[in-house]
T-cell receptor, first 115, second 116 residues
Framework: AQKVTQAQTEISVVEKEDVTLDCVYETRDTTYYLFWYKQPPSGELVFLIRRNSFDEQNEISGRYSWNFQKSTSSFNFTITASQVVDSAVYFCALSVGGSQGNLIFGKGTKLSVKP | DGGITQSPKYLFRKEGQNVTLSCEQNLNHDAMYWYRQDPGQGLRLIYYSQIVNDFQKGDIAEGYSVSREKKESFPLTVTSAQKNPTAFYLC???????????????FGQGTRLTVV
């Protein structure tokens, strides 16, 4: 069975702090994809990143970075120098079986960045 | 602009009524999905469709029904059999990638359904 666990329900930081959102996944498939989405208060999910199971390179995009470690089945997301606009719910998701299959989501982490 | 449109944004239902949530996409995506979001529960899959005239139940399909008569449209009906329908409903779509890559899903802005 596939599963995504985001153990942090809510995180609160002060602006300019760095923050890491944890994601642990479970799957027996050798080919899978991992995603991060951001859900601002407006409700729509915004795609942030996709990573396949064969690519363990870390990725950096501006203030965002992602650390994928197959050894620990984790795909963590770090925001450097957080800003108030980063306040949102962040979801980690797992996909197996191709694009016609299901996306399995974690329960999300609500991030509040205070000025 | 290409995207996914959900309507209405807010919907109120009386107990015992069926209501239909609309989802339209102009991205030419093959797969479409309906998720339900409750506070603290993440997104749970209701139904998904990989091609026209075909769909599969997700984890919480009871009390819901769907149709996929056109590629662009995937309406969700919340029936009176759904005992606790108050929630935020999100529709999504994904393209079929011929290189066997799992593509990302694109989401609509959601419909907030409230039972009154």
């Amino acid at each position: 069975a596939q599963k995504v666990t985001q153990a942090q329900t809510e995180i609160s930081v002060v602006e300019k702090e760095d923050v890491t959102l944890d994601c642990v996944y479970e799957t027996r498939d050798t080919t899978y994809y991992l995603f991060w989405y951001k859900q601002p208060p407006s409700g729509e999910l915004v795609f942030l990143i996709r990573r396949n199971s064969f690519d363990e390179q870390n990725e950096i995009s501006g203030r965002y970075s992602w650390n994928f470690q197959k050894s620990t089945s984790s795909f963590n997301f770090t925001i450097t120098a957080s800003q108030v606009v980063d306040s949102a719910v962040y979801f980690c998701a797992l996909s197996v079986g191709g694009s016609q299959g299901n996306l399995i989501f974690g329960k999300g982490t609500k991030l509040s960045v205070k000025p | 602009d290409g995207g996914i449109t959900q309507s209405p944004k807010y919907l109120f239902r009386k107990e015992g009524q069926n209501v239909t949530l609309s989802c339209e996409q102009n991205l030419n995506h093959d797969a479409m999905y309906w998720y339900r979001q409750d506070p603290g529960q993440g997104l749970r899959l209701i139904y998904y469709s990989q091609i026209v005239n075909d769909f599969q139940k997700g984890d919480i399909a009871e009390g819901y029904s769907v149709s996929r008569e056109k590629k662009e449209s995937f309406p969700l009906t919340v029936t009176s059999a759904q005992k606790n329908p108050t929630a935020f409903y999100l529709c999504a779509s994904r393209s079929r990638d011929r290189g066997q890559v799992d593509t990302e899903a694109f989401f609509g802005q959601g419909t907030r359904l409230t039972v009154v």
